[in-house]
Structures are given as C-alpha cells and as structure tokens.
C-alpha cells in the first residue's frame, strides 16, 4: 500500500514561523525531499529534527521523480519542503506532486508561510481578488510583452522579483502600467531588515534608486489593479467637482478641474453635468 506525500510548507525567514502539524510531520516521515539540503538542514537543527533529507531541486526533479514515488509506493511517508514558504509556488515540486497523483498516491497539504500572501496581507492593497505572477521574464523585450498583456487587469498583481533586476522591473512597469499606479513593496518579510511599504511605482523607483540596500533580498511586488487606479481617479475628480460646483458654475467648476488635474476639459463637463443633474 502506497504512503502518503506531505507537501509542507516551511519559513520565509523566520525559523519560528512554523506551524505545530509540520514539526510533527518533518519528524514523522521517513524521508524529506528538500530543494537544497544544506538550506533545509539548518531549519530541521532548529527544531531538533533529525529525518533524513534528499536534494529534489529544477535540475534534477525529473530525474529523480521515479525513485522517489516507488519509495512511497513502498510505503514510505515522504514529506516535500523548499527552501522557503510553500513548495510549488515559484519553487520546485510540481513534476513530483503531479506523479504522485497519477500513481494514486494521496498528497496532503500542510499549510503555511507564503511569501505572496503575507505580502498581499500588509501592503493595503485590495485582497478580494488578485492573481499571483511569479517572476517576470529576465529580458526586457520579453517582460515588457508580459506587462503589456497584464495592464488592463482590474485584479491585484502579484510578483516575485530577483535583487538584481527589482529597478529594471519596476521601471518597465511604471512605462507600461502608469507611474502612479500602486505597488506594495514588500521585501526580506519576516528578516531582520523587513521592508513594508506602500507608494506609487513613481515613489519605488526613487526609493530603490536612493537606497542600494532596497535592492538586497527577497522582493514580492504587489501592483494595485487597473481598474481599481481607475476607481481612485474618479473619486478624487468627483470630490473636487462636488467643491467648486458649491460655488462655480457647470462650465467654470470643470475647467477649473481640468486645469487641475490635467484631464480633457470635455470629461470633467460632463461629469459635472451628471453631478449637477444627480443632486
């Protein structure tokens, strides 16, 4: 009778941020299949676990994979880690748990920390529908491609960045999605120099320009949907009209508006007109 795989998730940086259940799994397995079994060793001395570990990372997962499931079709419990948060998410694991499911081998799930989520979860930033993105393409022709056909999303974008390309992605971003446009900017979640931060990709690119240090670590982008900037927009416009229309006139308040918020002239009269008639 085949065992079970445990897809476990582990730390993002914190080596407490572990749940009670991975703990006893890790030590009740009879193996774990670690992204790299020098990272995963430390975390495993942490909590005084002593289950053996074997390399499953991108470069040899495929090669590996049979060996791996006829130990759990030989009742051996596995549990599957990655270096951090939870495996499969922009990390490797994906040809194993795929293969344990066609070998009808049960994969059970152990909840956890998830650098996307927490990020999402203290930037400020509309969390009611969102759509995780990974990493972006490392050439610029190709991420631009990628940006262009994520601008229109009304939902909240998330992304995985690398150090070494954070100001490049972030500027491409601000040419294709708007300077203005939101972004959460979460980087080394749960380390000794975390960085939580909400601005306008504008106010980013600043930041990471003035400080080298905001180019160090791992960076999760949140960027605030199209629709929702959209929203924002509105709102200011209207707040202002609803002003001036208390002492202007339909067409003096809207080209007043329109001076100052550099919108057409034509937009802001006839939203004061739906304003005017709304009241």
Do not use: W
């Not at 795989?5 to 940086?13: D, N, Q, R, S």
């Not at 998830?114 to 930033?125: D, E, F, H, Q, T």
């Not at 209207?238 to 034509?266: E, F, N, P």
């Amino acid at each position: 009778m085949s065992a079970q795989l445990f897809v476990v998730a582990t730390p993002i940086g914190h080596l407490d941020d572990i749940t009670y259940r991975a703990i006893d799994v890790l030590k009740s397995v009879s193996i774990i299949a670690a992204e790299d079994t020098r990272t995963s060793a430390q975390l495993l001395k942490h909590h005084n676990i002593s289950t053996p570990l074997t390399a499953c990372h991108e470069h040899n997962e495929s090669n590996k994979i049979d060996i791996l499931i006829q130990r759990l079709l030989n009742g051996e419990n596995m549990a599957l880690i990655s270096d951090a948060g939870t495996p499969l998410i922009s990390d490797p694991g994906f040809k194993l748990v795929r293969a344990a499911q066609d070998n009808n081998i049960r994969v059970v799930p152990v909840p956890g920390a998830c650098a996307a989520i927490a990020a999402l979860s203290s930037v400020g930033l509309p969390s009611d529908r969102f759509s995780f993105q990974g990493f972006l393409p490392s050439r610029q022709s190709q991420r631009l491609i990628q940006l262009e056909k994520l601008k229109d999303e009304t939902q909240t974008l998330i992304f995985y960045e690398a150090p070494h390309r954070i100001l490049e992605s972030v500027k491409d971003m601000a040419d294709v999605f708007g300077a203005d446009r939101p972004v959460g900017f979460a980087r080394e979640i749960t380390k000794t120099f975390e960085t939580i931060k909400k601005m306008t990709l504008a106010d980013l690119i600043q930041l990471i320009e003035s400080d080298r240090n905001q180019q160090k670590g791992e960076i999760v982008l949140v960027i605030g949907g199209a629709t929702q900037e959209k929203d924002l927009e509105q709102e200011k416009l209207d707040q202002l009209l609803t002003r001036l229309l208390q002492d202007l006139s339909v067409k003096a308040a809207s080209q007043l508006a329109a001076d100052l918020t550099g919108i057409k002239k034509k937009v802001a009269y006839q939203r004061a007109l739906e304003l005017t008639n709304k009241d």
